[in-house]
């Protein structure tokens, strides 16, 4: 009857053993690798979602455009027109979520253009350049240009 | 007697260390996932981006913009993205001269003197976003990866510090973050594409030099402007898989 347990003792011992073993690294390893580790591949699926959930600095023009029609208007037709609001505005998020809350400061109309329009051999020929300190005196550039549409006709 | 609490406080010793990174696992994981976007389906996307150099006015605005949107280091710069100016005498490629005054961040200063015979461009640059990223590749905890749709991320809560990628990247896109000595890197904006914006540097390039484009995405004005002009990515040989296409890029540049 209890002749094949016969001397095999110590084998059971060994199942015991490696039983406790395994079980010991599967609950070690439940604790240590996180949640969603593998779902796509080697790494952690939520720092998918950690990336995500940064907060918003730009609205992005179409925000800006959805309130501003006057200035979406007075762009129409001029070469500043599909230069993004925020570009010279600066990120305004926060203004287009509560408009009358948050008040944008204007750009100065000088240091603004001259980053932009400054001479300077790096920029392709195409791109209209001056050099400032020939072209204006120190006042602002928006004196003669208006910002939304600066061509002077 | 000796030998046996020698023995006795290893192993508590050993205890306790385990027991303590235990704990610290435990909290990253009941901190929990935060929403995944709606309306965004990853499988459906494959981002990449095209910069035209021959537009590229070096004002310097993409990278303001990353600063502000990506909340970068200022103090002492570091960059997600940077503008390299170049001037390469036009037969020699091998030695232009090159450099990138705070990463373009000030915009450039002026020269007044110009030697007509030399040729200058500037040249932004980022993540390229490789698929096949060595940088990925030596990652010893699976801390950096490449996103099912194609964007190279880095997790935070995992990263060790240790510096391998920072060293594989070929294009020197990676820091130490001096905040929280992990690494940091562009990350394609991924809290804005995700919710159909596109990046801040996009947002803000006066020109169009800068375009974020899915590849995946057969309306994306990216495969027209693919299709009509002749693309590089920096350093074809290393066979990394970049995403980042530039038209008009010279061959000096590196």
Not at chain 2, 133 to 152: E, I, K, M, Y
Request: glycine fraction near 8%.
């Amino acid at each position: 009857m209890s002749g094949w347990l016969k001397d095999k003792g110590h084998l059971a011992r060994m199942a015991g053993l490696f039983a406790f073993g395994i079980t010991a690294f599967l609950v070690f390893r439940w604790l240590m690798v996180p949640a969603g580790f593998g779902l796509y591949g080697h790494y952690r699926a939520g720092a998918l979602d950690d990336a995500g959930a940064r907060p918003l600095h730009y609205a992005g023009r179409a925000a800006c455009e959805g309130c501003h029609t006057d200035i979406v208007e007075a762009r129409q037709g001029s070469r500043h027109a599909r230069i993004g609001c925020e570009a010279c505005h600066g990120p305004l998020i926060k203004h287009a979520q509560a408009p009358t809350e948050v008040k944008p400061t204007r750009p100065d109309g000088r240091v603004l253009c001259v980053r932009c329009h400054e001479t300077n051999p790096w920029k392709p020929k195409g791109f209209p350049q001056v050099k400032v300190a020939d072209h204006s005196d120190s006042g602002p550039c928006t004196a003669c240009h208006k910002p939304h549409a600066p061509k002077i006709s | 007697m000796n030998p046996d609490r020698r023995a006795f406080l290893q192993k508590t010793g050993k205890l306790l260390v385990l027991s303590a990174s235990a704990s610290v696992a435990w909290e990253a994981i009941v901190a929990g996932r935060p929403e995944t976007a709606e309306n965004y389906k990853m499988s459906d996307h494959w981002w990449g981006m095209v910069i035209d150099i021959d537009v590229c006015i070096g004002c310097g605005s993409c990278v303001r913009a990353c600063k502000e949107e990506n909340d970068v280091p200022r103090e002492p710069l570091f960059f997600r993205t940077w503008v390299e100016r170049y001037q390469v005498t036009p037969d020699d490629l091998e030695h232009p001269t090159v450099d990138s005054p705070n990463g373009g961040y000030d915009g450039f200063p002026v020269k007044d003197k110009v030697d007509e015979k030399v040729k200058h461009f500037y040249v932004p640059k980022l993540c390229n976003h490789c698929h096949q990223s060595p940088c990925v590749q030596v990652c010893p905890v699976g801390a950096t990866f490449v996103s099912p749709d194609g964007v190279v991320l880095v997790d935070k809560t995992y990263c060790l510090g240790c510096r391998y990628c920072v060293q594989a990247c070929p294009y020197g896109c990676r820091f130490i973050d001096p905040r929280t000595e992990t690494v940091d890197k562009c990350t394609l904006c991924y809290h804005r594409i995700t919710k159909g914006l596109t990046t801040a540097c996009c947002e803000t390039c006066p020109t169009g030099a800068r375009q974020l484009g899915d590849l995946k995405n057969p309306k994306d004005p990216i495969h027209e402007f693919l299709r009509e002009h002749h693309v590089l990515v920096l350093k074809p040989q290393m066979a990394t898989g970049a995403k980042v296409y530039y038209n008009g890029l010279d061959g000096s540049v590196r």
